[in-house]
């Protein structure tokens, strides 16, 4: 890797995949030199792939072991630092859940670095494994700054009567609390639609899913609560759940917590529903001969098409409504399907657009704009690392040659829909 202008690299974690890419800033821009993935993390078959940024072609390609995500860091490490790419100047991690204390993008330092541990609580499935390639990322890279770029910080000020969960007072002391996920999706979705109308609902589908509603840019409510564990079915998750189905199998099952949060996050939705796999793309594949893969399909279509109606609901109808995420961007069939049951919202989709995958899929003349807009959560990374290092640079600058207290007049890339 060389030196040259400002280089951002983006860490993506997942449970079985990281996701990375390196871009340039420039002033609010945010273009891609190299992007990749690591999957099938785990297990002894890993797939490494590094792409062109601009044109896409494959730059780099193997299977090689990879146990976890520090392995599949330090893997990419290597192969980027023998490419005629720039070096990173920053880093900046997706990290899932920052808790009850950290509620906004931040530069990792050592508070920082508890306040995330201690918000593993709220998503060890995912928190502790994102933490463990941070550490790696600071042996790796230890002159660079690191920073944490919060999937709840988009929900941050939700209203009251969304926040806050239906039980005792004295739990909101200990963050028992709606927190809502996917919030770097969300935000890329609104940078690269900076004038979508104001009352938007975006539906995440994944092997995690998740439905918000956004009024003006502003997160209103959101179907994930306290932990990604909720809302929507999912590829293994439950989704909402009925909480006396988990008294009932603590009682009457003799189920300790661990055991309740396996069966939840890992042997449930989709997989759970059909016993075959939690993968949409398999299911389709046995929906016809297998009821149960079929039942599952239907149940996730269902439950979306729920959650999309009760946005609406909130926002006090809907004006544009956008699928993102894996299933969201290729899975026309599920689409149309979950727009089936919603044309009294004046949500009506094109068939021939739909199939045909494009940006806009909705029928001239609805009600409803319908879009489908890929999540580009590295690329938002980078703009939250670039806004958060230029705001502690503007400070330093501002605190030496303007008067006290001076209000800074640049709106952050991040709300401008740049890239």
Not at 236 to 257: C, F, H, N, Q, Y
Not at 300 to 312: E, G, H
Request: proline share 5%; with cysteine; aromatic share 4%.
């Amino acid at each position: 890797m060389r030196r040259s202008g400002f280089h951002v690299l983006a860490i993506n974690s997942g449970s079985s995949s990281l996701k990375f890419g390196l871009f340039s800033a420039r002033g609010c821009e945010a273009a891609p030199r190299v992007a990749g993935e690591a999957q099938a993390i785990g297990s002894s078959a890993g797939l490494l792939r590094v792409r062109d940024g601009h044109g896409g072609d494959t730059l780099h390609e193997e299977t090689v072991p990879m146990a976890d995500g520090v392995q599949a860091f330090s893997r990419i490490a290597r192969v980027l630092d023998g490419m005629d790419v720039p070096a990173p100047d920053a880093i900046g991690h997706r990290i899932v859940h920052g808790g009850a204390q950290l509620r906004a993008h931040a530069r990792i330092d050592a508070t920082v670095m508890a306040q995330l541990e201690a918000a593993s609580a709220f998503a060890p499935l995912h928190v502790p494994a994102a933490l463990a390639v941070v550490r790696a990322a600071q042996r790796r890279f230890p002159a660079l700054p690191q920073v944490a770029c919060l999937d709840t910080a988009f929900h941050a000020a939700l209203p009251d009567e969304a926040r806050t969960l239906p039980v005792d007072r004295a739990l909101q002391a200990a963050g028992v609390q709606r927190y809502g996920f996917h919030g770097l999706s969300c935000a890329s979705i609104l940078a690269q639609w900076p004038q979508a109308p104001a009352r938007l609902v975006i539906a995440h589908l994944g092997s995690g899913a998740s439905v918000t509603a956004v009024r003006k840019g502003r997160s209103m409510d959101t179907s994930m609560g306290m932990t990604p564990s909720g809302g929507v079915m999912m590829a293994t998750r439950s989704g909402d759940l009925d909480p006396g189905v988990l008294a009932w199998l603590a009682r009457e099952k003799g189920m300790d917590a661990r055991a309740i949060e396996r069966l939840v996050d890992h042997r449930s939705g989709l997989l759970g529903v059909s016993g075959v796999s939690g993968d949409l793309r398999r299911l389709r594949k046995v929906e016809r001969t297998d009821p149960f893969a079929r039942l599952a399909i239907a149940m996730f279509v269902l439950s979306v098409r729920k959650q999309i109606a009760a946005m609406a609901a909130v926002l006090q109808g809907i004006d544009a409504l956008v699928f993102t995420g894996g299933i969201g961007e290729h899975d026309a069939q599920a689409r149309a399907d979950i727009c089936d049951g919603l044309s009294w919202a004046g949500i009506r989709l094109d068939p021939a657009r739909n199939r045909a995958g494009g940006l806009r899929i909705g029928m001239d003349g609805a009600a409803c704009d319908v879009r489908v807009i890929p999540t580009e959560e590295e690329r938002q990374i980078c703009r939250h690392v670039h806004d958060l290092l230029t705001d502690a640079e503007a400070q330093r600058e501002d605190s030496t040659s303007l008067p006290p207290q001076s209000p800074s007049t640049r709106e952050p890339c991040s709300q401008r829909g740049s890239g």
